[in-house]
């Protein structure tokens, strides 16, 4: 194990906007072209290392560019241009139960969702109870996933992310879901995650949040990649960009 | 290659999935998976009807098997067919379908519409077994051509898979791809010998000629079709309990296979904007 988790490693991301965009066989025959675009960069020339074993925290405005560099680390998006080196095996928490099927019941999802988060049969049956139990939903694991409640769905589709039991997690704003007793249960598997000497980067746009939970920070603004630290003096940083009345 | 051992690799994610569309799809039905057999023998039963009491279409007895029962020799193209049908309408509405899966979760994108091919294939095999015990009942001899059948039937899949990978990332860029699709189904099953024999058209090409003064026949134009292949192979190992032409398995493997390859290289080549461009 190295001492970087994830290498980023000047990294551009643009889309396209597109001002037509046409897809549609007969638009494309008739004038030769799918759509009229102009490209956006949401992420300009991004460089910075996360060190193994920190909890590293990205902040910003909205649109900053946060969301898609989370991406661009999960492997959803990939970058136009530099690259970005992992080390060890990734999981990424964009969205908990992306993927259930709502007819099937809990226990069938368990299997489901575990797989495509890229666990193996195996590995679901041996911590089925573990994710169970996280997830407070015993008495109805039979039951469909569409009969539970919002906070039962998203606390099991959680417990089975966190059971993935990744070397690096990657976290998005997933965080302000379940009771007050369901989130201090993450906060202490996420504690549990460093102890263990395990990297998670998360994005948040609660600065307690932030301060609590991570050694380390960057700040995007625009795409551009503003101050990379020590959490404290990064969350101090933005912070004082911000104007007076939202602080 | 290195794309085939990643495909390989996410085998049980495939599983899974399929199992989700299998036994999703007939959940909270009182009759269950014998709702898959209802679409087949409901044409069937219109098929038979229409071409076989009232335009008297008679395809020849099997031979060597001597069955000569309308309804049946009519399944054994239906059903291949039907099974392909399925897996490229699904299959092309695969990626759209699970945009937000694609978009949130990163896994070999490939399954999906890999699933749509198993889960139609479960039915299949299901309905192919029910039409085995049906032709062993009205006295062919089906049984020692079963692992024939099998090979027939994966090639067939294979086929099948490598349009539906190239037809997923078209309905993609076109959402029109589903549409049209479903027009050109039709035209596509006409053109095919299931509810004519192959023979009818043989005697009239012979009648007609060369087009044009040209030494091409409209057989040879009507042969460009791999599902005639596909078709003449089912049905001379299942109705006539006959080997098949050695050509016609060589047929239907390179169409197999160069499905699969240009399926397989659109689909990595397209992989990766999935997400955006969903």
């Known amino acids: 194990m190295s001492d970087v988790a994830v290498q980023v490693d000047h990294v551009t991301k643009s ?12 638009s494309a025959i ?30 910003g405005s909205n649109g900053s560019g946060k969301s898609t560099l ?17 080390h060890g095996r990734i999981a990424a928490m964009l969205e908990v139960g992306s993927g259930f099927h709502q007819e099937l019941s809990g226990r069938e999802n368990i299997f489901l969702n575990g797989s495509i988060l890229g666990m193996s049969r195996k590995e679901v ?26 906070g039962m769905y998203v606390r099991l589709g959680f417990a089975i992310a966190i059971n993935v039991d990744p070397d ?22 996420f504690s549990d995650f460093k102890a263990d000497g395990k990297t998670v980067i998360l994005v948040s746009h609660s600065m307690g949040t932030v301060e609590s939970m991570c050694d380390h920070a960057a700040w995007l603004d625009r795409g551009t990649l503003r101050v990379v630290g020590e959490s404290k003096s990064t969350i101090a940083a933005y912070l004082q960009s911000l104007p007076a009345d939202k602080q | 290659m290195k794309y085939l051992q990643e495909v390989w690799g996410s085998r049980e994610l ?3 999935l399929t199992s989700r569309e299998v036994r999703g799809k007939y959940k909270r039905t009182i009759f269950g998976q014998l709702w898959s057999l209802a679409n087949p023998l409901a044409l069937m039963l219109v098929y038979t009807l229409v071409f076989g009491l009232l335009f008297r ?4 007895a099997g031979d060597p098997s001597g069955l000569d029962v309308f309804a049946l020799w009519l399944l054994c193209g239906l059903l291949p067919w039907t099974f392909f049908a399925n897996v490229i309408s699904t299959g092309s509405g695969s990626l759209v379908e699970n945009a937000n899966l694609i978009q949130k979760v990163s896994f070999s994108r490939v399954v999906l519409p890999l699933s749509s091919v198993g889960s139609s294939a479960y039915n299949w095999a299901f309905e192919m077994a029910v039409l085995l015990i049906a032709i062993s009942i009205a006295g062919g001899f089906v049984l020692p051509w079963i692992p024939l059948i099998i090979v027939a039937m994966l090639l067939l899949a294979v086929f099948a898979s490598g349009v539906g990978l190239m037809l997923s990332i078209s309905n993609v860029y076109f959402r029109d791809t589903q549409y049209l699709l479903s027009i050109l189904l039709q035209f596509w099953m006409y053109l095919c010998p299931i509810i004519y024999p192959l023979t009818l058209v043989a005697t009239q090409s012979k009648k007609t000629g060369g087009i044009a003064g040209t030494p091409i026949t409209v057989m040879n134009i009507y042969e460009l079709n791999p599902m005639v292949h596909f078709i003449t192979l089912f049905r001379q190992l299942i109705y006539d309990n006959r080997w098949p032409d050695g050509v016609e398995w060589i047929i239907c493997l390179c169409w197999a296979l160069a499905a699969l390859a240009v399926g397989l290289f659109v689909f990595q080549r397209n992989e990766r904007n999935l997400a955006e461009a969903l």
């Open chain 1, 125 to 150: 049956t041996r911590k089925f109870d573990e994710i169970v139990d996280f997830s407070g939903v015993e008495q109805f694991i039979d039951q469909p996933v569409k009969n539970y409640s919002s």
């Open chain 1, 30 to 59: 008739m004038r030769g072209r799918t759509s009229v675009h102009e490209d956006f960069l949401a992420l300009k020339d991004v460089s910075f290392d996360v060190p193994s074993g920190s909890t590293f925290g990205l902040i």
């Open chain 2, 14 to 16: 495939l599983f899974n």
């Open chain 2, 57 to 60: 279409i008679k395809p020849l």
């Open chain 1, 70 to 86: 989370l991406k661009c680390l999960a492997n959803i998006y990939y970058p136009n241009q530099g690259s970005i080196t992992h």
């Open chain 1, 168 to 189: 690096i997690l990657i976290v998005d704003e997933v965080l302000a879901v379940g009771d007050a007793q369901f989130q201090e249960k993450c906060f202490r598997k």
């Open chain 1, 15 to 26: 889309f396209r906007m597109y001002h037509e965009r046409n897809q549609s066989l007969k």
